[in-house]
């Protein structure tokens, strides 16, 4: 395993960026079947071979609603920049159409942050119609989803953060919001004309990326993980303001004498707390996050709780039985015996120290 840093990004997010990864990206583990396909490149590359390539993408593409709400998918600014809120698909309707394109309706809720507004909470409905298609090289399934039309999106503010908790809030709220949904809107549309690519290699291993990657290009990932006898959950980093909070995951444990095998360091801010939960917990937990303006207490103690300090690496193993777990990381003064120094809320310039934190998630046999 190893770490790969990128430039940090200016911790100033325009209103604009509210939204620019959200369910294109985050099939994070999308079951081509790779054992149908152990053929010549040259034969299932031939574009004249479209039945062949279609009925091996149509077995990809059932598992899309799966995949989809498997987990939360991370909002960035930019492909390799950290994630700055996360969207979770609550609803997936997913149709094989006659003329072999995926139509795919979902909705769900999330947050994010920005400078301007502090956190967003919102619902997000989406409607697309998927092109899919692959190519191979070498020992990799290059897996194409190219968006044929975007046929319907609507993004909905629940709730601003800055709004909320200035005492002047309520006499621009609903301005403030209405802009936020024209913003989300804007950006989703075209953000959703991008597409998203899923490479699947020979050994299992899976990785996506956002927009259409050449063959024999890989997606930025701070950690490379290849080559382990564990399976990749998640890598990839967070940036996590002051009084913020990132909920990774939900991660599926399936089977009995399984462990969380968890790695992360931390940049930007001396510590942070780390906490694990079950599903129903963590969701609860999640609901008031993404529509209260004020961070609350978590609603049932850990089942794990550490602190993650700066330059040092953290590495945990977590046996587990099968379930399906959220891996919190706080920056808060609300959860944990980590808290950031107190800040003025609701008020514009106020110090703000981000979390940058990178992490890798893995599941594999309990030692």
Request: glycine share 10%.
């Amino acid at each position: 395993m190893s770490s790969s840093a990128a430039p940090r990004p200016p911790l100033a997010a325009p209103l604009l960026a509210l939204v620019l990864l959200l369910a294109t990206g985050g099939i994070s583990c999308q079951k081509v079947g790779f054992t149908l396909v152990k053929l010549m490149p040259g034969v299932t590359n031939d574009p004249r071979n479209r039945t062949m390539r279609r009925e091996i993408m149509g077995f990809g593409s059932k598992e899309f609603c799966k995949e989809l709400m498997r987990r939360g998918t991370p909002l960035k600014l930019r492909d390799d920049a950290p994630a700055i809120g996360r969207f979770f698909a609550t609803q997936c309707f997913h149709q094989e159409l006659e003329n072999d394109d995926v139509f795919v309706q979902f909705s769900g809720h999330g947050y994010t942050w920005t400078q301007p507004s502090g956190r967003i909470g919102f619902k997000l409905q989406g409607a697309i119609q998927y092109n899919p298609d692959f190519l191979l090289e070498g020992k990799t399934m290059y897996a194409y989803f190219r968006p044929r039309t975007v046929q319907s999106s609507k993004f909905e503010t629940v709730m601003l953060e800055r709004v909320a908790t200035n005492p002047l809030g309520g006499l621009f709220a609903g301005s403030a919001q209405e802009t936020a949904n024209r913003m989300g809107n804007q950006i989703i549309a075209q953000e959703f004309q991008r597409g998203f690519t899923v490479l699947r290699d020979d050994d299992g291993s899976v990785d996506y990326g956002n927009g259409i990657i050449e063959r024999g290009q890989r997606p930025f990932h701070p950690y490379q993980v290849r080559g382990s006898d564990k399976a990749l959950l998640a890598s990839d980093w967070v940036e996590i303001h002051e009084q913020q909070r990132e909920f990774l995951g939900p991660f599926e444990i399936e089977g009995d004498d399984r462990a969380l095998f968890l790695t992360a360091n931390l940049d930007g801010t001396p510590a942070v707390d780390v906490m694990l939960f079950q599903r129903t917990p963590g969701d609860t937990w999640l609901q008031a996050y993404i529509n209260q303006a004020s961070t609350t207490p978590p609603p049932m103690p850990p089942m794990l709780s550490d602190v993650l300090a700066q330059g040092r690496e953290w590495k945990r193993t977590v046996p587990l039985k099968p379930g399906q777990y959220y891996l919190v990381i706080d920056h808060s003064s609300t959860a944990g015996p980590v808290s950031p120094p107190p800040t003025q809320p609701g008020v514009l310039g106020t110090s703000d120290v981000a979390a940058v934190v990178r992490y890798v998630a893995q599941v594999g046999d309990a030692p």
